[in-house]
């Protein structure tokens, strides 16, 4: 989008396409190739990662969690394949959870210790939000949800609340003027609707299949006028990706009597329950096991090869050939041990807030927040990948060290609960 071989829309975050162009730009000014500004970008990126790790480990010091646990969090997290692969990757996902990783401890920092914290530190955490929005356009409903619990759970510090709705309303500012002064065509609504969409489809699927669906003749008919080509969709279907749906669907055609069709989705609903279960399962079933999923491989691979003319290539020295090789094996091709698989990072998610559940750490759970919320967002798209969990997967050190704090007894029910 950068370099204009495609269309420049915000259905990707423009601060990501502007960060990347911008730094494979400047590389290939600098070293004369783009080969060579990638190489810019991936090196910055690392940085980042690695000092947002050392934030972590200062993070848990700070909640008096022992040394050998912080130790474990980061051995732990950085020996896994994925997140080796994944840091060298240039999608959104991985500055995005970056950035998020950042606004949590933050976040979690200004709600534990209002108190203490100077008026820069809201400053900080209001800009690391919003770097993390403008990273990954659907974040925005996150800080939404933030700002509802920071309500519901009585959050003291007004500067919270103010930071968490500046947040939402320059980023909706940022996309209007994108939309309405720059003339940057809007992401298309049916973006954010790849569930409903793909349990639909499914019931299409299955009745054009010859499958026991309660879906009559009518409902059919109104299903065809929804999707351009229905039988290029039953050749086309798959229940583990709503992408081919989600093209064949016409946007403008639901907008033109949304409580019709909003109508027939409930009722197929109420009517196949299972089918709609499934379906929604069958989109998500990859995150706790990916060593199933036949998209692993997509981590390695340029997503566009035909447009890719800048010369641009997975290339290592000799000496790094052998890590190159491990990394494919261990990531594409191997199954992932138990210690080692991506999901690990839903299951440490949901332990944690079990126990402060348990310990009625109020603020503890409203500081997990951000972790849960992104979690519950990617459910909601249109295929399980890896580089979706890159987010998760990076705060486990974080994740696994708040098990273990010894400064709870201590602060009690917390100054802003």
């Known amino acids: 989008m950068f370099m204009g071989d495609t269309e420049l829309t915000l259905a990707n975050p423009l601060l990501h396409t502007l960060i990347l162009g911008g730094i494979i730009s400047l590389g290939k000014a600098l070293f004369g190739s783009y080969q060579a500004g990638f190489a810019l970008f991936i090196a910055v990126q690392l940085l980042l990662a690695s000092n947002c790790m050392a934030q972590m480990v200062l993070f848990l010091k700070k909640r008096r969690v022992p040394l050998v646990v912080i130790l474990a969090g980061l051995i732990w997290t950085v020996s896994y394949p994925v997140i080796q692969t994944l840091n060298l990757n240039s999608t959104k996902d991985i500055l995005c959870g970056i950035f998020l990783a950042y606004f949590t401890m933050a976040f979690w920092d200004l709600i534990e210790y209002g108190e203490e914290q100077k008026p820069w530190k ?20 996150l800080f939404i949800i933030l700002l509802l619990a920071s309500l519901l759970f009585r959050l003291k510090d007004r500067k919270v609340y103010l930071m968490l709705l500046s947040t939402v309303l ?39 299949s010859g499958w026991e669906v309660l879906a009559d003749e009518e409902d059919m008919a109104i299903l065809d006028e929804l999707y351009t080509d229905m039988e290029s969709l039953m050749w086309n279907y798959s229940g583990n990706v709503a992408d081919y749906p989600k093209l064949m669907f016409r946007s403008d055609v639901f907008k033109s009597d949304p409580l019709r069709y909003l109508s027939l989705y409930f009722k197929l609903g109420f009517q196949n329950p299972r089918t709609y279960y499934d379906a929604f399962l069958n989109m998500i079933r990859f995150y706790w096991n990916m060593s199933e ?26 000496a790094l050939d052998r890590y190159n090789t ?37 603020m503890g759970q409203l500081g997990v927040l951000p972790v849960l919320g992104y979690f519950v967002g990617i459910l909601l798209g249109p ?24 400064d709870i007894s201590d602060r009690g029910s917390m100054p802003n609960g």
Not at 178 to 201: H, M, W, Y
Not at 331 to 358: D, H, K, N, Q, V
């Open 122 to 141: 809201y400053v900080k955490t209001f800009i690391l939000g919003l770097l993390a929005c403008l990273m990954r356009n659907a974040l925005i409903f």
């Open 170 to 208: 320059l980023v909706e500012g940022f996309s209007l003027v994108c939309g309405s002064v720059l003339r940057i065509p809007k992401a298309d609504f049916k973006e954010n609707l790849s569930i409903p969409i793909q349990q639909t489809a499914t019931v299409a699927f299955m009745h054009l």
């Open 293 to 318: 999923s036949e998209f692993r491989f997509m981590a390695f691979e340029y997503s566009f090869q035909q447009l890719n003319h800048w010369g641009i290539k997975r290339q290592f020295v000799p």
């Open 326 to 362: 491990y990394l494919v094996e261990a990531t594409a091709f191997e199954s992932f041990a138990f210690w080692r698989e991506p999901g690990l990072c839903i299951w440490l998610l949901a332990i944690l807030l079990g126990l402060m559940i348990a310990r009625k750490d109020r």
């Open 383 to 406: 295929i399980a990948l890896l580089r979706y969990l890159y987010p998760m997967m990076l705060t486990m050190p974080l994740l696994f060290g708040v098990l273990f704090r010894r």
